[in-house]
């Protein structure tokens, strides 16, 4: 796995690898609704929060870690959200997608199932990776149809996982497997086949 940062682009998003001088002000702009982090560990809603936010995922890409980046709309140059690999391990050729946010316009539209795609297809034909994890909170129900609808298998709940606020949660584990990548591109591929909006 060469976990090196990179572009991944599509026909509605871009995925661009994050960095403070590109990013944070249009991030900070995009992430300023708290609802949006409702099922986060944390609020990251406030600039010096989104500021933090992006310095650790630079952090865990150093480490080797994480790969984060920013979701840009592709028509309009808008920074919408963010995304990330982590839970990198090249020895198990497994990683994670996750701390996956967008504007709360953004919702509903094809920019998270894009992004989604684009990185399946980077993970499963560029790295090689026979695992694709995905986890949210138990609670989330949004998330977890989410993850359905693109194909992900849930395989179970650890409870109290994490703090979410504070609070004590139990989190949801979800995947995707090489050996169902196939299935899982053509569905997608089929979702996105249609005009973008405007």
């Given at each position: 796995?060469?976990?090196?940062?990179?572009?991944?682009?599509?026909?509605?998003v871009?995925?661009e690898?994050?960095?403070?001088?590109?990013?944070?002000?249009?991030?900070?702009?995009?992430?300023?609704?708290p609802?949006?982090?409702?099922?986060?560990?944390?609020?990251?809603?406030?600039?010096?929060?989104m500021?933090?936010?992006?310095?650790?995922?630079?952090?865990?890409?150093?480490?080797?870690?994480?790969?984060?980046?920013?979701?840009?709309?592709?028509?309009?140059g808008?920074?919408?959200?963010?995304?990330?690999?982590?839970?990198?391990?090249?020895?198990?050729?497994?990683?994670?997608?996750?701390w996956?946010?967008?504007?709360?316009?953004?919702?509903?539209?094809?920019?998270?199932?894009?992004?989604?795609?684009?990185?399946?297809?980077?993970?499963?034909?560029?790295w090689d990776?026979?695992?694709?994890?995905?986890?949210?909170?138990?609670?989330?129900?949004?998330?977890?149809?989410?993850?359905?609808?693109i194909?992900?298998?849930?395989?179970?709940?650890?409870?109290?996982?994490?703090?979410?606020?504070?609070?004590?949660?139990?989190?949801?584990?979800?995947?995707?497997?090489?050996?169902?990548?196939?299935?899982?591109?053509?569905?997608?591929?089929?979702k996105?086949?249609?005009?973008?909006?405007?």
């Amino acid at each position: 796995m060469n976990v090196e940062p990179t572009t991944l682009d599509g026909e509605y998003v871009r995925l661009e690898p994050l960095s403070v001088e590109d990013h944070l002000d249009g991030l900070q702009t995009a992430g300023a609704d708290p609802d949006i982090f409702r099922w986060f560990a944390d609020d990251y809603s406030t600039p010096d929060a989104m500021r933090a936010f992006v310095e650790e995922a630079l952090s865990a890409q150093e480490d080797g870690t994480s790969l984060p980046f920013a979701t840009v709309r592709q028509q309009t140059g808008e920074v919408i959200g963010s995304t990330r690999f982590c839970a990198i391990r090249p020895p198990n050729r497994s990683v994670e997608i996750g701390w996956t946010w967008v504007t709360p316009d953004q919702q509903r539209t094809p920019a998270n199932t894009e992004a989604k795609y684009l990185m399946l297809r980077h993970a499963f034909e560029h790295w090689d990776c026979v695992r694709v994890q995905f986890e949210t909170a138990a609670r989330n129900q949004p998330a977890r149809d989410a993850l359905d609808r693109i194909g992900a298998t849930e395989e179970g709940i650890l409870r109290k996982h994490m703090l979410i606020h504070g609070e004590p949660q139990d989190s949801v584990f979800c995947s995707i497997l090489d050996s169902e990548w196939d299935a899982v591109e053509a569905d997608l591929a089929a979702k996105l086949d249609r005009p973008f909006p405007e």
